[in-house]
């Protein structure tokens, strides 16, 4: 989908019209001397095709011309688009006249009037060039907004005013204009192809897959957090109830789910009055008794503890004093012979031993067997005594902890008897604790299991990473340096048919700088650093040229013309226009002149009938081939506005 000229339409104040018809698929050449309003077709086109400024030049044309229009060839047949010229001191006009046939004439003056506007135009238009859905998301950290192109934006390769091609510095239409290279660069991967056409279906379904994933993983977060910190409010308001006669059971579930499944017999259970009074405070009474057996039961396991650990303390200085003891005895050892006689004299020193009696070394010898049989069964009771202090550890802080459970229990009573005091009965009191039950149950997940619910987050996630590759700003990056690989290898080639200098060395568009450079032995060297205006005029060309085999190939959404104001101009400039014959010229710069349009018609043989060239042009080349693509010759009293107009 994409559309070309056929008609460029003028409508006079004096109610008349001027058509010229221009050949699709065709190379269309209008030459002609200078003022005769060549350089004014550029702008009357773009200004037909939905400018919001009308650049047409004041003086002769806007005095004579009342409304401008193009008739366009389109997939769906044929469009006729005019605007009205804006009124003086206006830089653009509403008045647009929009119709689309299978075959189309252009209206007559007094068929024109507003059918649409600017706005709708542009739509309009962009769906006739093929441009589907798109945005460009700028860098993370960038202030400017996703950008979406339009036709407006195509029409940057479609133009090359007569100022833009001799320029070194400028390589596409209206680049010089504030904010026009970013948004240039913003759009490039798009029309070339780099981003996929249903990219921006792409970048929805990432958003709602985003979207998804945080409202699941946040339903999982709260059913975690009830389930975690959920038993302690479930119990306390099962206490609740039983204080109010609402829950009998003596004892409160030790699971969230039991807590959560007895709240839900509550809501279910309607108790008669009699009841209800019989079993109010209850609950209260139940917690003040199980306290005291737990408080009992704390304390008597201090108790034994307590005796345990001293018990293990007497065991070990029993058995390290005997030990000590045991080392003394075994000295007995030293002494040989029969321990049954008694020795009078000492072993040592062979003195004689005193009258007094002396143990005998068997009777030392049986004391101490009789005290190493003592020390190992204290010892050996030394493990089963640790076991038994660490039982009893255990049992106190188990105590502990339903003691708290059971202080909780108190204080949430406690808390909603507080609440309750200026309450007026007991049936205001059972309402209350009904509510905040059916409250508590309505807040927590519809879910009891949640791998159904894990399972959507792990497909959700494995979606979401597919998606961000595809969409990856690398991948995106990647393409794009493949289709500039491509395009710098016409490039190169078209460079050589023209014989432009660094022709020889690899070219390459630059989308950094928006511009050409040529890798040359000796480094690169940008356009605004080669020389003569032949060269940037055939770069210009080479590059759009290029570019339009590129969007015709892949069917890219670029309207399918080139419109190339005077491109001979650093050969055959205004001054040396006589009748437009180039015969004048050196031999140089007149075979330059043919190479130019010699390329133009090959690239139109190459492309017929996907793309038009228009060209117009001071030169006249007395050939039969430039001369059968001469659709109008503007010199004497031929021009674009007749002078009938002018004069009336």
């Known amino acids: 989908m994409s559309f070309q000229i056929l008609d460029i339409v003028l409508y006079g104040f004096n109610r008349e019209h001027r058509i010229l018809s221009l050949r699709p698929g065709e190379l269309n050449i209008i030459t002609g001397a200078s003022k005769t309003g060549k350089t004014a077709l550029i702008e009357i086109i773009d200004y037909c095709l939905g400018s919001g400024e009308c650049k047409i030049p004041e003086g002769v044309i806007r005095s004579a011309i009342e409304w401008v229009g193009v008739r366009l060839q389109v997939t769906e047949g044929q469009a006729f688009v005019g605007r009205k010229l804006p009124r003086r001191g206006e830089v653009s006009s509403s008045d647009v006249y929009y119709d689309l046939q299978v075959d189309i004439v252009p209206p007559a003056y007094s068929e024109l009037r507003q059918t649409t506007n600017p706005q709708a135009l542009e739509g309009l238009l962009s769906q006739h060039a093929g441009i589907g859905e798109n945005i460009h998301q700028p860098p993370e950290g960038q202030t400017r907004r996703p950008l979406s192109a339009n036709v407006r934006h195509a029409l940057f390769f479609s133009f090359q005013q007569q100022s833009e091609i001799v320029s070194n510095r400028l390589l596409f239409h209206k680049q010089g204009e504030p904010f026009i290279p970013q948004t240039i660069k913003d759009v490039f991967p798009y029309f070339l192809g780099a981003v996929d056409d249903n990219y921006v279906t792409k970048l929805d379904?990432?958003?709602?897959?985003?979207?998804?994933?945080?409202?699941?993983?946040?339903?999982?977060?709260?059913?975690?957090?009830?389930?975690?910190?959920?038993?302690?409010?479930?119990?306390?308001?099962?206490?609740?109830?039983?204080?109010?006669?609402?829950?009998?059971?003596?004892?409160?579930?030790?699971?969230?789910?039991?807590?959560?499944?007895?709240?839900?017999?509550?809501?279910?259970?309607?108790?008669?009055?009699?009841?209800?009074?019989?079993?109010?405070?209850?609950?209260?009474?139940?917690?003040?008794?199980?306290?005291?057996?737990l408080v009992d039961e704390l304390r008597r396991v201090k108790d034994q503890l307590a005796a345990a650990e001293a018990l293990a303390a007497d065991h070990q200085g029993f058995s390290r004093e005997g030990n000590i003891h045991l080392a003394r005895l075994r000295s007995v050892q030293l002494f040989d012979g029969d321990s049954s006689n008694e020795i009078r004299v000492c072993p040592v020193c062979q003195s004689e031993l005193s009258a007094e009696a002396v143990p005998a070394v068997s009777e030392i010898e049986q004391s101490m067997q009789q005290f190493e049989?003592?020390?190992?069964?204290?010892?050996?009771?030394?493990?089963?005594?640790?076991?038994?202090?660490?039982?009893?550890?255990?049992?106190?802080?188990?105590?502990?902890?339903?003691?708290?459970?059971?202080?909780?229990?108190?204080?949430?009573?406690?808390?909603?008897?507080?609440?309750?005091?200026?309450?007026?009965?007991?049936?205001?009191?059972?309402?209350?604790?009904?509510?905040?039950?059916?409250?508590?149950?309505?807040?927590?997940?519809?879910?009891?299991?949640?791998?159904?619910?894990?399972?959507?987050?792990?497909?959700?996630?494995?979606?979401?990473?597919?998606?961000?590759?595809?969409?990856?700003?690398?991948?995106?990056?990647?393409?794009?340096?493949?289709?500039?690989?491509?395009?710098?290898?016409?490039?190169?080639?078209?460079?050589?048919?023209?014989?432009?200098?660094?022709?020889?060395?690899?070219?390459?568009?630059?989308?950094?700088?928006?511009?050409?450079?040529?890798?040359?032995?000796?480094?690169?060297?940008?356009?605004?650093?080669?020389?003569?205006?032949?060269?940037?005029?055939?770069?210009?060309?080479?590059?759009?040229?290029?570019?339009?085999?590129?969007?015709?190939?892949?069917?890219?959404?670029?309207?399918?013309?080139?419109?190339?104001?005077?491109?001979?101009?650093?050969?055959?400039?205004?001054?040396?226009?006589?009748?437009?014959?180039?015969?004048?010229?050196?031999?140089?710069?007149?075979?330059?002149?043919?190479?130019?349009?010699?390329?133009?018609?090959?690239?139109?043989?190459?492309?017929?009938?996907?793309?038009?060239?228009?060209?117009?042009?001071?030169?006249?080349?007395?050939?039969?081939?430039?001369?059968?693509?001469?659709?109008?010759?503007?010199?004497?009293?031929?021009?674009?506005?007749?002078?009938?107009?002018?004069?009336?």
């Open 373 to 648: 049989v003592q020390v190992s069964a204290v010892e050996e009771r030394s493990p089963r005594m640790d076991q038994v202090i660490r039982t009893l550890r255990e049992r106190l802080e188990n105590t502990k902890q339903q003691l708290r459970q059971n202080r909780a229990g108190l204080e949430a009573v406690q808390t909603t008897n507080g609440r309750l005091q200026e309450m007026r009965d007991h049936e205001t009191k059972r309402a209350y604790v009904l509510g905040r039950i059916g409250l508590y149950l309505e807040s927590l997940p519809h879910i009891a299991d949640t791998s159904e619910l894990r399972r959507e987050i792990d497909e959700c996630k494995t979606r979401i990473a597919l998606l961000e590759e595809e969409l990856s700003d690398e991948l995106i990056q990647e393409r794009m340096e493949s289709i500039l690989s491509i395009l710098s290898r016409d490039m190169s080639a078209l460079a050589r048919t023209l014989g432009l200098e660094h022709s020889e060395s690899p070219l390459r568009l630059d989308l950094r700088r928006l511009t050409v450079v040529a890798d040359t032995d000796n480094g690169p060297i940008p356009m605004d650093r080669m020389g003569s205006g032949e060269n940037w005029v055939g770069y210009h060309l080479i590059t759009h040229f290029a570019l339009h085999k590129w969007f015709v190939s892949k069917g890219r959404p670029v309207p399918r013309f080139l419109f190339i104001d005077q491109p001979s101009q650093v050969y055959f400039p205004a001054d040396k226009d006589i009748d437009g014959s180039i015969e004048a010229l050196a031999n140089e710069d007149r075979e330059a002149v043919v190479r130019i349009y010699r390329l133009a018609l090959e690239v139109i043989q190459e492309l017929r009938p996907n793309f038009q060239i228009i060209m117009t042009d001071h030169a006249d080349i007395n050939q039969e081939w430039f001369q059968s693509r001469v659709i109008e010759r503007w010199r004497g009293k031929s021009k674009l506005v007749p002078d009938a107009w002018i004069q009336r």
């Open 205 to 293: 379904e990432l958003w709602r897959l985003r979207q998804s994933l945080r409202g699941l993983e946040r339903r999982l977060a709260e059913y975690e957090g009830v389930r975690g910190d959920g038993i302690n409010k479930a119990q306390a308001l099962l206490s609740e109830a039983q204080d109010l006669g609402l829950y009998t059971a003596n004892t409160n579930p030790e699971t969230w789910e039991g807590c959560v499944d007895a709240l839900l017999q509550i809501q279910t259970v309607s108790l008669e009055p009699e009841e209800e009074l019989t079993a109010e405070g209850h609950g209260f009474e139940q917690l003040q008794r199980d306290r005291t057996i």
